[in-house]
């Protein structure tokens, strides 16, 4: 019997069955023994064969193989990785200028790891009723140099529905993962966008400006319009997992649009004479930010780096 998975829980997976029934699943445990470094060896989006047992449960014996994923490493486990989602049309990243603060860093970390597994990314500025004028002005910034970089980006409040219906057409028909660190307004932003979803909400903290866990596990959700959306939990940082130091630059798009320039072949744009990326730093053609979220990568073969939040 093959299946979808669309709902994990951690121990239990959710499976729907290609005859259109939800059947709860364990994984057997050669799964493991596969060289399969993940805490998660199925992810929501996978497809499976499932066989199924006398007390209506059933075993997962074979993931298809995946035509992309969002991975990052995982945040205890130092040589082991998390999918967040697999065979994904598209990642919609939320991310907010305050309450609270998304960094750069973080936003750059995952556009490289969704660039490296060629999975398309939009930018969701959400909580722009909140901004003052300060705040709104940088958000203009960032919206303008992510769009230059060629990202598309909205300008969005879950909270109010501004610019939430025009999602409708981003979202129709696409398998999009949903992710962002938390206390961005992903549940509520579903809530809004499926009003039977009802999915649990948090104030922000206001003593560190921080997001709560509100989402504790990953579900595919149908949306009337076709198409699923994958509500992750709020993730703190995002170290990347197995991109070489040599191929880190062709993930990050503008970096790579002038390194073709470089004197050397393998420049690694950091001290090499003749390097086009230095130069387009110092002319302001790459913006400082980015150029250093590619440093911060570089160094990420420091294992104890992944234990920062970013």
Request: with cysteine; glycine share 8%; net charge neutral.
């Amino acid at each position: 019997m093959r299946g979808l998975v669309v709902k994990n829980t951690g121990s239990w997976y959710t499976v729907k069955t290609d005859d259109g029934r939800l059947v709860n699943c364990k994984v057997k445990g050669n799964f493991r023994l596969r060289g399969i470094r993940s805490t998660n060896p199925v992810a929501v989006g996978d497809r499976v064969q499932i066989a199924e047992n006398a007390e209506g449960t059933a075993f997962i014996t074979e993931i298809d193989d995946r035509r992309n994923y969002i991975i990052r490493k995982s945040p205890n486990l130092s040589k082991q990785s998390h999918i967040i989602a697999a065979n994904v049309d598209q990642a919609l990243l939320v991310v907010t200028v305050n309450y609270p603060q998304t960094s750069t860093t973080f936003i750059d970390r995952f556009l490289a790891s969704a660039e490296a597994y060629r999975v398309p990314v939009a930018l969701l500025f959400n909580k722009t009723d909140m901004l003052d004028d300060g705040e709104r002005r940088l958000q203009d910034m960032m919206m303008a140099l992510y769009e230059d970089v060629g990202y598309e980006c909205r300008a969005i409040s879950a909270e109010t529905g501004l610019g939430v219906a025009g999602l409708e057409e981003l979202l129709a028909g696409k398998i999009s993962v949903l992710s962002g660190n938390s206390g961005v307004g992903k549940s509520t932003l579903i809530n809004r966008i499926l009003p039977g979803a009802n999915l649990r909400t948090a104030e922000i903290s206001d003593a560190h400006n921080q997001g709560t866990h509100t989402t504790t596990f990953s579900e595919m959700l149908q949306l009337p319009s076709g198409g699923y959306l994958i509500d992750t939990p709020g993730i703190k940082g995002f170290g990347t997992f197995d991109i070489e130091p040599g191929e880190l630059s062709g993930y990050f798009k503008d970096i790579f649009r002038f390194s073709k320039d470089c004197r050397f072949s393998n420049c690694t744009h950091t001290h090499e004479p003749g390097c086009a990326v230095l130069r387009a730093v110092e002319e302001r053609h790459i913006a400082q930010s980015r150029y250093q979220s590619y440093l911060s990568m570089l160094e990420d073969k420091d294992e104890s780096k992944y234990r920062e939040a970013f």
